[in-house]
């Protein structure tokens, strides 16, 4: 407000956090956090914009999630593989170096 009142916000998929000062005396506000779901999606606000967003929100958090899952299910693949290839290796190692001696 007119270089008074400054601040930052954190914007995430579930919450928005809002820290706010006074430059100007170094006073520094408490943060004010918002819950998305509680304050914008509640049903309070019966318009379609609204309902839009939430609606894409919803979507936009799935895919998150998913994404998470596939990524540590690509994880667990690429260490199972791995692994393989190192006792594969270790076994072939010790066969020549038996063949060797």
Do not use: H, Y
Not at 14 to 38: A, E, F, H, T
Not at 90 to 98: N, S
């Amino acid at each position: 407000v007119g270089g008074i009142l400054s601040g930052r916000g954190d914007f995430t998929l579930w919450d928005i956090v809002v820290s706010s000062n006074v430059p100007i005396i170094g006073i520094n506000l408490p943060d004010v956090k918002v819950n998305i779901d509680k304050t914008l999606c509640n049903g309070d606000l019966p318009l379609t914009e609204v309902e839009q967003v939430c609606g894409k929100f919803k979507v936009m958090r799935t895919f998150v999630v998913l994404s998470l899952l596939t990524v540590l299910l690509a994880f667990l693949c690429a260490a199972v593989a791995c692994s393989s290839a190192i006792v594969c290796a270790a076994r072939r190692g010790i066969t020549m170096v038996a063949m060797l001696v």
